[in-house]
């Protein structure tokens, strides 16, 4: 056993030394994992529930770069479960039922419990996500599944449902330049062989926006421009370097704080604002800082219906075709189709009519009830015969006959308010001169 345990600690140090230098600075422990306070700090859920060995399934969600899945190895460091990881880009329904097959055979035999990492679980599709439903409702496995996608569009409901959700957040400028400092002193690192000046400390910081696997990469790769160095003589990381090593400046984009909703409040409201340069400025930032091709889709879908609605009903095809095509296409192709699309509702006639759902709601929620005029109830029931006649507009000039719809206690005009634009100005007009033609 001896032997064995010397050869894979000899192995573990052979692939050590050739990992990246973001692999080799992974956190050994929680007191290790820099930043995310909120998830694994003291006194939080995951934190305690890792310390105590009661660990249930836990989806962390996060932008890349994050720590998701340092704090993976975190777990497998701190628990006495044993730790299999599959990897969802890869990974087949085969692959899930081996390891929970495996699971059950250590839980029967000895009491051991597993944990099941999967990473970017957002990328099983949902057959592969329903493998995995029973064995975490019993526990035969806890999950720990990673994503940068918003875990309650990704991932099945049944098996969220399931688990619970930890939010991770985007590095601080101090979080990042915590982890080069680490990273230029440790021993696993870079030793104390580079020194690295404020402008290139600062190019580096601008260049991750909050991703910690970034800066790390561009740190590494800017070394290697640098040539030797030694403890004693620290070879100079310059600004120069930095910025060969990593040529492409980014915008500032974090997908889950402030500036995400800065950037797509100014898109949404650019498109409601008839404005198509800013749009696609806008959509260009999102496209640039990585963001997920379906939440641009989903937000032009619902502005479809909010800001144009039926003054021009072809907007919501258009929107949906966008949709469509962020999930079915992808990156790159269909930044063409959002672009196309959302310059359509930037140039389309506006209206926020189908807003009226929201007073009908209010309505419906605070006010009396209201019974359902008799005249218009179901005919399929003894007794209907004494509903009163109701008038069937086919029958009358115009396709139009003068009748009230609404209950009792409402007047026409209560929620719906359209707009003096477009399609349904039309036939706003046209309905009146249809039931001014009726009555006369």
């Known amino acids: 056993m001896e032997t064995a345990s010397l050869f894979t600690d000899m192995e573990d140090a052979n692939r050590m030394s050739v990992a990246p230098l973001a692999v080799r600075m992974r956190p050994r422990a929680l007191d290790d994992v820099v930043g995310q306070q909120d998830a694994v700090g003291p006194g939080s859920w995951l934190r305690t529930a890792i310390e105590n060995e009661a660990l249930s399934s836990v989806v962390l969600f996060g932008p890349a770069g994050t720590g998701k899945t340092s704090i993976a190895h975190v777990i497998a460091n701190s628990t006495q479960a044993s730790f299999v990881e599959v990897s969802a880009v890869g990974g087949t329904v085969s692959d899930l039922r081996r390891e929970i097959a495996s699971a059950e055979k250590r839980l029967a035999a000895s009491g051991a419990r597993t944990i099941l990492f999967v990473d970017e679980i957002h990328r099983f599709n949902r057959s592969q996500q329903d493998a995995l439903l029973h064995a975490v409702e019993d526990r035969t496995v806890v999950l720990v599944g ?18 619970r959700v930890v939010e991770l957040h985007s590095l601080s400028d101090a979080e990042v330049g915590e982890l080069l400092d680490a990273a230029l002193r440790e021993e696993r690192g870079l030793a104390g062989a580079f020194s690295l000046d404020d402008a290139a400390r600062e190019a580096i910081v601008l260049l991750a926006g909050g991703d910690g696997r970034a800066a790390l990469s561009t740190l590494e790769l800017a070394s ?7 403890a004693d003589a620290p070879a100079a990381i310059t600004e120069q370097m930095v910025r060969t090593a990593t040529p492409h400046r980014a915008l500032p984009y974090d997908k889950n704080k402030d500036m995400h909703y800065d950037i797509i409040s100014a898109f949404i409201k650019s498109m409601r604002g008839s404005d198509p340069d800013a749009a696609l400025y806008w959509l260009a930032r999102m496209i640039e800082g990585g963001e997920d091709p379906k939440f641009i889709a989903r937000r032009i879908f619902i502005l479809a219906a909010e800001d144009i609605g039926n ?3 072809q907007a919501l095809l258009i929107a ?9 296409i992808g990156y790159p192709e269909c930044q063409l189709i959002l672009a196309q699309a959302a310059t359509y509702m930037a140039l389309a006639p506006k209206s926020n009519a189908a807003c009226g759902i929201f007073e009908a709601l209010s309505e419906v929620r605070n006010g009396p009830s209201r019974k359902v005029p008799d005249y218009l109830r179901d005919r399929h029931r003894p007794g209907s015969e004494s509903y009163g006649s109701y008038l069937y507009p086919h029958n009358y000039p115009g396709g139009w006959v003068d009748q009230r719809y609404l209950p009792e206690g409402l007047a026409r005009g209560a929620f719906w308010h359209p707009a003096e634009r477009g399609w349904e100005a039309y036939r706003t007009e046209a309905a009146s001169r249809d039931r001014a033609s009726a009555d006369s």
């Open 146 to 163: 990673a994503t940068t996608e918003n875990p309650f569009f990704e991932v099945n409901s049944a098996l969220l449902s399931r688990s």
């Open 224 to 230: 290697q421009l640098a040539g030797e160095g030694s």
């Open 320 to 328: 949906d075709a966008a949709f469509r095509s962020a999930e079915v």
């Open 311 to 313: 003054a021009d009903p």
